[in-house]
Every structure is written in C-alpha cells, then in structure tokens.
C-alpha cells in the first residue's frame, strides 16, 4: 500500500483546509486510516483515525469538533477536514494504514503503511 498525502498549505487563523490521503491499492476497503501530525520540535501526535469498511471514527482531543475525517471508497481516498484552524495546528500531516474491518473505537493500530506528509503552517 502506497499513501499520498496532499492539500497542505499556508492558511491564517480561523480558515478552513481538507487534506487528502490517495491510496494506491484497489482492496482499500479493509483498512483502518488515520491522520498524524509532527510539529517542529515535537512528538508525532494522533489527530484521528477512520474505519474504511464501515465509516467509523475516533478523535483525539485536539481535533474533536474542529476535525472530520471521511473516506471516499470509490477512490480510495481519506480526507482530513480541518476548520477553525489555529496556530498550534501547524505541522507536517501524514496519513497512515492498517489492516482491519469494522468498527473502530481506538486508533491503536501499528500502522505499517505511512505517507510522505503534507505541510499545513497556520499563520496571520
């Protein structure tokens, strides 16, 4: 499985930005998605994570009511909905996968599979 990440960019405070996960094996329906972010100077953090098989989701707490992730099976694609985004939201993006069907009620997946990152910087 080869993941894409794509549609970060510079935004100023309160916009709004989707990031886009492309996956390039067609049996893309049997994994669990997640989203990660690294700030400069930071440790790699848990933004949250979809279930492709049946939709599910789980948050972390920075990204809960402010984030939305959701897939696209037919093009093998997960997206990161970002809205009211902040400063502190600045970081490289990379999207992750694991096998699994069903629903979701962690993120704690391995994650064998990682994309290369997209950079979002929030700034006025």
């Known amino acids: 499985v080869q993941l894409q990440a794509s549609g970060g960019g510079l935004v100023q405070p309160g916009d709004s930005l989707k990031l886009t996960c492309a996956a390039s094996?067609?049996?893309?329906?049997?994994?669990?998605m997640a989203w990660y972010r690294q700030a400069p100077g930071k440790q790699r953090e848990l933004v949250g994570c979809?279930?492709?098989?049946?939709?599910?989701?789980v948050y972390a707490g920075s990204a809960e009511g402010r984030f939305t992730i959701s897939r696209d099976n037919a093009k093998n694609t997960v997206y990161l909905q970002m809205n009211s985004l902040k400063p502190e939201d600045t970081a490289v993006y990379y999207c992750?996968?694991?096998?699994?069907?069903?629903?979701?009620?962690?993120?704690?997946?391995?994650?064998?599979?990682w994309g290369q990152g997209t950079q979002v910087t929030v700034s006025s």
């Open positions: 992750a996968a694991d096998p699994w069907i069903g629903l979701i009620a962690t993120c704690d997946y391995t994650y064998d599979y």
């Open positions: 094996e067609s049996v893309f329906s049997d994994k669990v």
């Open positions: 979809i279930s492709v098989s049946d939709g599910s989701t």
